[in-house]
């Protein structure tokens, strides 16, 4: 069922994912009430009305497009951790992040996505990175490789003996073996810097506007689409362990996506060297 899908139109996904933006995300947009913004587990960890409407705005769309697909949504976590667990089940699975870089939109700053990713059994299938404000739209799918606004994007690979440009998580906000590990990103050769909205970071590696992401944090909404674009674009990925990235959990961390394979390997010993 899931294959039948993907190979036909997809526009209507890509519809559905503006039309939740149009009407829930950017009639919001620096229009924020007071008593819209939520702080989930503190400060850094914020949830706007705009967030959990779009959630359901896309949750009710994109199953109505596949018929017995479920949604695993940042919102519906947090209010039901279990439904993570339709990661590793038998239906195929959209997973959404309605407002990735909810800091930034609450700023009234443009740098915020709404990502949607399908997968099934574990694997990614498909993906969507859509900044609403910036009317940007990038899609991946399996084996047909990446596009930004309809035109191919391809990551290429650094110009040899170049800083490598690398967005990571802030080691403020990391346990202490984490924060080790990112820090060997402080080195020669390594321009790091912490990261804002993940998934426009992912869409930065895969476009070529920089080499890589490292990030200390697992949640399958805030790295599957980013995961297979990158991927898609003829980049390369791998958790510490050097065993590739599963959206189920239970990765070892820090992980890395980057612009080429080389470029993976180089962020990796740097990760393990402050390890």
């Not at 399908?118 to 990614?124: F, I, M, N, S, V």
């Not at 944090?217 to 980049?235: I, Q, R």
Request: aromatic share 6%.
């Amino acid at each position: 069922m899931t294959d039948d899908f993907l190979a036909g139109d997809l526009t209507e996904i890509e519809a559905a994912i503006r039309a939740a933006a149009a009407a829930e995300i950017m009639p919001r947009y620096r229009q924020l009430a007071a008593h819209e913004i939520v702080e989930k587990n503190g400060p850094h960890d914020l949830v706007t009305t705009a967030d959990r409407l779009a959630e359901e705005h896309l949750t009710a769309s994109l199953t109505r497009l596949l018929p017995g697909s479920v949604v695993v949504g940042e919102e519906a976590v947090h209010a039901d951790p279990t439904v993570y667990d339709a990661l590793g089940g038998d239906a195929p699975v959209w997973i959404v992040d309605p407002v990735d870089g909810t800091r930034q939109f609450v700023r009234g700053e443009p740098g915020f996505c709404t990502l949607v990713a399908l997968a099934h059994r574990g694997e990614l299938l498909a993906s969507w990175t859509y900044a609403a404000a910036l009317d940007e739209m990038a899609v991946a799918v399996r084996g047909r490789g990446a596009t930004l606004d309809g035109k191919p994007i391809r990551s290429g690979s650094p110009a040899s003996g170049a800083v490598l440009r690398v967005a990571m998580s802030h080691p403020d906000y990391t346990s202490d073996a984490q924060k080790r590990a990112l820090l060997g990103l402080r080195t020669e050769g390594i321009d790091a810097r912490p990261c804002g909205s993940a998934g426009l970071e992912y869409l930065a590696v895969a476009r070529g506007d920089q080499e890589a992401v490292a990030f200390n944090w697992e949640y399958a909404w805030d790295h599957a689409a980013g995961l297979l674009l990158v991927t898609e674009a003829g980049g390369a990925q791998a958790t510490l362990s050097g065993a590739p990235f599963r959206i189920t959990g239970g990765n070892s961390l820090p992980f890395t996506a980057a612009r080429d394979e080389a470029t993976a390997v180089r962020i990796l010993q740097a990760l393990r060297s402050g390890d």
